[in-house]
């Protein structure tokens, strides 16, 4: 399945699923795996955290 890849940098990938189940989030595919909740910056329940370092790029993607 092809994902609508919203942005890439650094070695992350962001996609976004269409008609993705709430709270409105993304997700970082590739080498690394999770999502964040557009809103807030926080990882949805149960996914696991970036390193610090490429969390600080995401965040920063994110309040552009």
């Known amino acids: 399945m092809l994902l609508p890849r919203i ?7 962001i996609v976004l699923y269409y008609n993705d189940h709430d ?4 997700h970082i595919v ?3 795996k999770t999502r ?3 809103a807030t ?3 949805l329940k149960g996914d ?4 610090s370092s490429k ?3 995401v965040i920063k993607w994110l309040e552009k």
């Open 48 to 51: 696991s955290p970036l390193p």
């Open 30 to 32: 590739g080498e690394y």
């Open 7 to 13: 942005s890439k940098f650094g070695g992350i990938i």
């Open 55 to 57: 969390e600080k790029d």
């Open 23 to 26: 709270p409105p989030h993304f």
């Open 41 to 43: 910056g926080q990882y």
């Open 36 to 38: 964040i909740e557009i």
